[in-house]
């Protein structure tokens, strides 16, 4: 049995994924997830939490963890580098990883269109048509449309940059890189769509709020042409993800996540036919790590989840409380769980749910929770057979506003 430590500022996903995998897990997660909590209590597990990744320190890691470097960590460099000297660190990051292939590093390899991108803009460039970018965001929250102060000030902050405005649908592309020796081989496993800015759910424009699939996507063979390439030039080992938005019938890469990303409990259901070793991508991500297999069993592992693509569409969404402050009660909290039940909704399977216990505010009491303005609230995930999950999510999503306004 693996010792994994997970590290991230929303790891809710993953846990789950370790604790199904039968790893032994401790994590730290900045909202503090009820139901990642009710996981590792009811299981042979445990779980270490930490309320502000700036206090996490490498050497608390008990020795023999491997550690899985997810959201909100994995561009922290000198944090890498420390954990360096104390810990493993899994699949995608090793130390020839101090910097992974950016979207400008893309633009300059020529992978991507290099009229899609620039450093800094003139004052002849609309800057409706350009967003302002930092290359390492989170969620989509330092995106926003390019102002006259972006322009002023973009030459002195190394990581902001400008990209071309694109129409379309997001996606999220999963890859898979099996590394040995001096080959690699580097596997789409599946498209998802992902949710963005949904005024719904209280999102901001850009900012990332759910996804729906996995589902074989018609580009399918520009992506993996596009993964071969970024898996070339990377040292990419295990499970990565690439987000793009599909323009006028060309895939424009938006951002490389050198990492498992939100989108991967969509894929559970695909993962059936596999040894229990490897019950979901997290799982897959530790044994292409650990070299569990050679490249006929990496390729055949990925054969058979692609087989399961169109079986069902699972969907997940983010709920985000509006820009008020607001206090709410805590048996608000278990009043909600009370809805999940299978009769909710007609062929509909629910598949789980979290609620973000947000970190403590000023004034807070003990009966009540105070969630800031566009804190998120809970994540809502389902499995199911229609063809519109978005919309079951959306009703879903409208009733749960009305209940907690209502307190």
């Known amino acids: 049995m693996d010792s994994v430590f997970l590290l991230g500022a929303s790891v809710r996903a993953f846990i789950f994924q370790a604790v199904q995998a039968g790893k032994i897990v401790q994590a730290t997660d900045l909202f503090r997830d009820f139901d990642s909590q009710h996981w590792l209590l009811n299981s042979e597990q445990f779980l270490n939490t930490v309320s502000c990744l700036s206090q996490f320190d490498p050497r608390s890691i008990p020795s023999g963890f491997t550690v899985v470097p997810l959201g909100g960590v994995v561009h922290r460099i000198e944090l890498m580098n420390q954990l360096q000297k104390f810990s493993q660190i899994a699949a995608t990051w090793n130390p020839q990883l101090s910097s992974y ?12 269109s290099k009229t899609k991108i620039k450093k800094s803009l003139t004052k002849d460039d609309p800057t409706s048509n350009w967003l302002f970018k930092r290359t390492y965001s989170t969620g989509g929250l330092s995106v926003r449309i390019a102002n006259q102060q972006d322009l002023d000030q973009s030459l002195n902050d190394p990581l902001g940059h400008f990209e071309r ?30 949710l963005v800015g949904c005024p719904e759910v209280n999102a901001s424009r850009f900012q990332y709020c759910g996804s729906i699939g996995p589902f074989v996507f018609d ?51 695909c993962f059936a036919d596999l040894s229990q070793t490897i019950p979901n991508l997290l799982a897959l991500h530790l044994a292409i790590h650990h070299r569990e297999f050679g490249p006929r069993e990496f390729h055949a592992a990925i054969d058979s989840v692609r087989s399961k693509l169109q079986e069902f569409k699972n969907a997940k969404v983010i709920l985000f409380n509006d820009k008020l402050d607001r206090q709410i009660p805590f048996d608000t909290w278990s009043k909600l769980a009370s809805w999940f039940r299978p009769d909710f909704f007609t062929n509909v399977e629910f598949e789980g749910w979290s609620l973000a ?19 998120p609230i809970l994540t809502i995930c389902l ?17 749960i506003y009305q209940f907690i306004n209502s307190k």
């Open 219 to 269: 580009f399918d063979r520009t992506l993996e042409f596009l993964g071969q390439r970024i898996g070339e030039t990377s040292c990419f080992h295990g499970v990565w993800g690439l987000d793009a938005v599909v323009s006028r019938g060309q895939v424009v890469p938006v951002d490389v996540n050198p990492r498992p990303t939100a989108s991967s409990e969509l894929f559970q259901s």
């Open 165 to 194: 405005y694109q129409e379309g649908d997001s996606i999220a592309a999963t890859f898979a890189t099996f590394r040995q020796q001096q080959s690699f081989e580097t596997r789409l496993i599946g498209v998802t769509q992902q």
């Open 101 to 112: 292939p950016t979207i400008p590093e893309l633009a300059k390899q020529g992978i991507i």
């Open 383 to 399: 499995r199911t057979k229609d063809e519109d999950p978005q919309k079951k999510l959306v009703d879903l999503a409208d009733k």
């Open 357 to 375: 216990d947000i970190p403590p505010c000023p004034g807070q009491s003990d009966d009540f929770l105070t969630l800031p303005s566009s804190a």
